[in-house]
């Protein structure tokens, strides 16, 4: 069993930018491939960035160039630093972890979920 706890989200406003982090206990973190996800208000979840075991990352379309994924393994965690935020980056954004050393943008595929974080993005 792997918990997950998501901090760093927050109000900000369009332009800023916000590094949200997700602290893994539990499990062998190294073997697992890594995922963030948000969910707005009305809409479905949305998959927004992946890193796999061998640290391949895969990007959704609307953050592509704004958003860096990384990793570390020693610490458990994986970072999210969010750049140029827009309003529509407004959401719950979740951390998922994958019993699997492939990473996924399919967030049925993931195992384990955190409790999520807002992230709140003014114009």
């Known amino acids: 069993q792997v918990h997950l706890v998501e901090s760093g989200g927050g109000p900000v406003q369009a332009g800023d930018s916000l590094r949200l982090s997700c602290l893994a206990s539990?499990?062998?973190?190294?073997?697992?491939?890594v995922a963030w996800f948000r969910q707005a208000p009305g809409k479905e979840r949305e998959f927004v960035a992946s890193i796999s075991r061998a640290e391949k990352i895969d990007y959704g379309d609307s953050v592509k160039g704004r958003f860096i994924i990384s990793r570390d393994n020693a610490k458990t965690t994986s970072d999210l630093q969010m750049n140029n935020l827009k309003p529509e980056d407004t959401a719950v954004y979740y951390c998922a972890v994958r019993n699997s050393p492939i990473s996924r943008s399919d967030g049925t595929l993931y195992d384990w979920w955190g409790q999520g974080t807002q992230v709140t993005v003014s114009s």
């Open positions: 539990g499990g062998f973190f190294v073997n697992y491939a």
